[in-house]
Structures are given as C-alpha cells and as structure tokens.
C-alpha cells in the first residue's frame, strides 16, 4: 500500500509554467512504475506521463510531448511533473499514479486502467 499526495497545482495564464509533487508515503524504489493522469471536466482520466523508476524510461502523451516533464527523486519518494508553456487544454485535476505494469495507450501515454494507487488530485486551470 502506498499513499500519494499531490501539490503544486494553481492557476497560470496560457504560456506559463507549474512543477506538480507528488509525494509517497514509502520508497518509491520499490514501486516499478509512476505516473501523472489528468481529467477535465466532463472527460474521462487519461494518461499525461510515466516514469519507471529502475531504468528512468519516461513516456508522455503526444500532446505534452516537449512541452512536460517527468522526474523522480527516489531519495524523497518524489515524482515531479513540469509543465510548460501551458495551454487552456491542460486544464484538469491532475492525478499521481503508482503501477506495478504498464500499458501505453494508443497517444503515448500511459494507460490509467494499470494504477494500482491514486492521489486525491490537484487542480491546474489555465486561462487564455
């Protein structure tokens, strides 16, 4: 079991930045993968990022590619999300996974049906 809180969400204006946190309440060393999801209002949860915390290999969904990314700190049981240049799409709660097996879905990013834990979210709005 693992519990994971995130922060860092706020509003920013089209064009700016935010670094979401996610913080786990154990090592993430042993949890193999992690990963950022995002849903807007009236959308289904999707897939924004992932990072598997052995080999470091990052996937993103095309369209944050270039624009976020994701690390980890696994001496403070961290995952971060940067995100850039930011548009008024990317506005949603946006969610901490933790996963043991990972499907990428068809845009790149991960699958949310493969998280075994979930944050409780943090809203990013972005006005244009």
């Known amino acids: 079991q693992v519990q994971l809180v995130e922060s860092g969400g706020g509003l920013v204006q089209a064009g700016g930045s935010l670094r979401l946190s996610c913080a786990a309440s154990?090592?993430?060393?042993?949890?193999?993968?992690m990963g950022w999801y995002r849903q807007a209002a009236g959308k289904e949860r999707e897939g924004v990022s992932a990072?598997?915390?052995?080999?470091?290999?990052?996937y993103y969904e095309d369209s944050v590619k270039g624009r976020f990314t994701i690390s980890s700190d696994k001496a403070k049981n961290m995952v971060y999300l940067q995100m850039n240049n930011l548009k008024s799409e990317d506005t949603a709660t946006y969610y901490c996974?933790?996963?043991?097996?990972?499907?990428?879905?068809?845009?790149?990013?991960?699958?949310?049906?493969?998280?075994?834990?979930w944050g409780k979210g943090t809203l990013v709005t972005v006005s244009s």
């Open positions: 996974g933790a996963m043991g097996a990972l499907t990428i879905s068809t845009s790149g990013g991960p699958d949310r049906y493969g998280v075994d834990y």
């Open positions: 154990r090592s993430i060393r042993s949890i193999n993968r």
């Open positions: 990072i598997h915390n052995g080999d470091g290999t990052t």
